[in-house]
């Protein structure tokens, strides 16, 4: 900027010397104003840069008094403008209420963005209604935080854990939140043989408890492929959900039949 402005005084061929007012609109046509503004500054300031680098700023001012409006055309070289920062995708874990799984999405936001923005931005991209949504963050044995409509999400909160957005079948609002602990010591029982593929009284592994089988004649032919992944694998234990529950459902029978419902989504979490 050093450079032009040394270029502008060398190539400006106006009279820098004359001095004026700058005219005022006065019920004018803002045209008629910025034309006469204009000329005016041509008189002091003729250039190359002038008539290729410069432009007009108009300014209104109304007299809190007398309310008399004031508008001016004020010439400028330079204009700063805000750069716009790149949405940042954030990745969610999606419960349903209605498949078993949990599916893994992304979304683009401008961060720190409100919980509410972010989460009417989810629930077009999936296509639900945005009172049936809650959004939070879990990280391993720990709920995080149970975001509410005010709260302003940052890229901290999404760094800190994973964000879960789980679909209810009824609305959210006018619910209680009950943030549930589970207790998980080994896998969730598999309801197939791992060999033969029948149903019915099955026993499970006793050293890995993945997989189950009819009869020790089935876990024998199946050995050969199941002992490459046949270890003990650690559980999180207490991983944390939210259930949303009306409050006439305040009832044992019907918190128990919530909470059981959550067991086909519990075993991906934790892979996670």
């Known amino acids: 900027s050093s450079g032009i402005n040394a270029e502008y005084g060398d190539l400006n061929q106006g009279d820098i010397k004359r001095t004026f007012t700058m005219p005022d609109g006065d019920g004018k046509c803002d045209r008629e104003v910025a034309a006469e503004s204009w000329n005016f500054h041509k008189q002091r300031n003729s250039s190359y840069f002038v008539e290729n680098f410069m432009g007009q ?3 209104k001012v109304t007299c809190l008094e007398c309310s008399k409006v004031s508008i001016t055309f004020d010439p400028y070289m330079y204009l700063s403008l805000p750069l716009s920062k790149g949405k940042t995708p954030v990745e969610y874990f999606f419960l349903s209420c209605t498949t078993a799984g949990v599916k893994r999405c992304k979304v683009y936001a401008n961060l720190p963005v409100s919980s509410q923005l972010l989460l009417k931005s989810i629930s077009q991209e999936l296509e639900i209604s945005g009172d049936k949504l809650a959004m939070y963050t879990i990280s391993k044995t720990l ?13 901290g909160d999404l760094n800190d854990g994973q964000l879960i957005i789980q ?11 009950l943030r549930v602990l589970f207790s998980v010591s080994h896998p969730l029982p598999q309801n197939n043989c791992a060999s033969c593929n029948q149903t019915g009284d099955l026993k499970r592994c006793l050293r890995c408890k993945k997989v189950s089988y009819c009869n020790h004649d089935c876990q024998k032919k199946h050995f050969k492929i199941h002992k490459l992944e046949c270890k003990a694998t650690p559980q999180l234990v207490g991983l944390p959900l939210v259930i949303f529950v009306k409050r006439r459902d305040f009832k044992l029978e019907k918190l128990t039949s919530l909470i059981t419902s959550t067991n086909t989504n519990l075993s991906f979490i934790q892979q996670h």
Not at 144 to 153: A, E, H, I, Q
Not at 167 to 177: L, Y
């Open 57 to 59: 700023y108009k300014s």
């Open 167 to 177: 679909e209810n079948r009824h609305s959210v609002e006018g619910s209680v939140a």
């Open 143 to 155: 709920l995080l935080n149970l975001y509410t409509p005010d709260y302003t999400v940052t890229a």
